[in-house]
């Protein structure tokens, strides 16, 4: 490596990336631009960093100075080569061009447009113009279409990569994307609506493992597949949500409690693929005719877990009011609803930390006593607080909104946070 690892960032450099041809004795496919940041790239300074502090071998992604008189790519307007050395012959431009791709030269050379501007500059002029940059190639492990396919991919398209395109991108390529989500996203879906995907992708890494054995390959890699695979899961934890509907249409998310990570989707059968969730978010139904299911996933976990679960009743209270023949009826069946699965097992068990309840037109009491362990959350709206109304002793978070509070009602100790709105 030729290049001073710790300037890489402070210098103003253009960048020819250098693509990985599965055929020998074949020009060189690349692409030039002002910075790794428009190509995604932008993780390969930290982990090169990571890799030289721990005095390991980096086997892909080589950095070296660009020749720029000689451009032996063939990458470089003639007006570029001019300015790199001043001794350089001036070649006619129609002369000097014939033969070169130029579908690959994607940045503009005028220096109004240059991207990347760095503190310090490696090239020994203090004012850089009309191309005087210092251009480096980083060999990249992957060929060009799987490259552009993959930065190009978007959280909302429907893109889908081959077994071979996964495991070499999955190999050679995740570690150094800056923005992973839309290629995580990707793989938690194949993963989820193919089940033998995972084995597929296994065949493949032994056959390749036993090509680099007879072989030594430079597109080989050092880290075991099977680990790069559950990198990548672990990393899905931090941007992708896994969403389910059951067979009635009644919804769940698990994940995280945000609404602005990616979704993944899957059966309810599915929901725990990847990982037991410590966060669902569901419809009141949804817990009602599924909440035996979610107990088997949950049953052996102990205390210390941290599940927390959003729950939102409303659907519950409308579709009640929809084919209730009158309030008073409507009223009854939504508390009996409400008061039966408040009972069930899920929510005793010692791994469920914190219930947050969304209730709807409640206006019987509601009995919490199954839950006194748990940290409740409690949001009340279009709700009547009669005589008969209690608070539970272990709720951490009151809120009413749009209801009626016709009584006392006695706050328990444990609250921390009460917000009263009115319709």
Request: with cysteine.
């Amino acid at each position: 490596m030729n290049c001073h690892l710790p300037h890489i960032s402070n210098i103003m450099t253009k960048w020819i990336l250098c693509f990985y041809s599965e055929r020998e004795n074949t020009p060189t496919d690349t692409i030039l631009c002002d910075s790794l940041e428009d190509m995604n790239l932008m993780n390969v300074f930290t982990h090169l960093s990571e890799d030289i502090i721990k005095n390991k071998t980096l086997s892909v992604f080589k950095i070296e100075d660009y020749d720029t008189v000689n451009d032996p790519l063939k990458v470089l307007r003639p007006k570029i080569k001019e300015h790199s050395n001043s001794n350089t012959n001036i070649r006619d431009e129609d002369e000097s061009m014939e033969g070169i791709d130029t579908t690959d030269m994607e940045c503009s050379y005028d220096n109004s447009v240059v991207k990347n501007r760095n503190e310090d500059v490696s090239v020994k002029r203090d004012d850089p113009k009309d191309g005087e940059y210092k251009y480096r190639t980083i060999q990249i492990p992957v060929t060009k279409p799987l490259f552009m396919k993959v930065v190009n991919l978007k959280t909302d398209s429907n893109v889908k990569l081959s077994d071979d395109e996964l495991y070499i991108t999955i190999c050679h390529l995740l570690t150094f994307l800056h923005n992973k989500t839309p290629l995580l996203q990707t793989l938690a879906q194949q993963l989820l609506d193919d089940s033998e995907l995972s084995s597929r992708l296994s065949v493949i890494d032994k056959e390749q493992t036993e090509k680099n054995r007879e072989t030594e390959t430079k597109h080989s890699t050092n880290t075991p597949f099977r680990q790069e695979l559950e990198n990548a899961i672990c990393e899905m934890l931090d941007c992708i949500d896994i969403s389910t509907t059951d067979k009635f249409g009644n919804a769940a998310i698990a994940g995280r409690d945000s609404d602005s990570r990616s979704l993944a989707y899957a059966d309810i059968y599915s929901l725990c693929y990847f990982f037991l969730p410590r966060y669902i978010r569901m419809d009141g139904y949804f817990l009602i005719c599924n909440h035996e299911l979610l107990c088997k996933y949950y049953e052996n976990i102990s205390s210390g877990f941290g599940l927390t679960l959003d729950i939102d009743f409303s659907d519950v209270f409308y579709r009640i009011e929809k084919n209730s023949t009158s309030e008073k009826d409507s009223t009854k069946k939504v508390a009996e609803q409400l008061n039966k699965v408040l009972k069930c097992e899920f929510l005793a068990l010692d791994c469920l930390e914190v219930c947050i309840f969304r209730l709807t037109g409640v206006q019987n009491h509601l009995s919490f006593k199954d839950m006194s362990t748990k940290q409740l959350h409690i949001y009340y709206k279009e709700c009547i607080f009669s005589e008969r109304s209690q608070l539970p002793l272990n709720l951490k978070v009151l809120s009413i909104s749009e209801s009626k509070i016709n009584c006392n009602l006695t706050l328990p100790d444990t609250l921390e946070t009460i917000i009263l709105e009115k319709a």
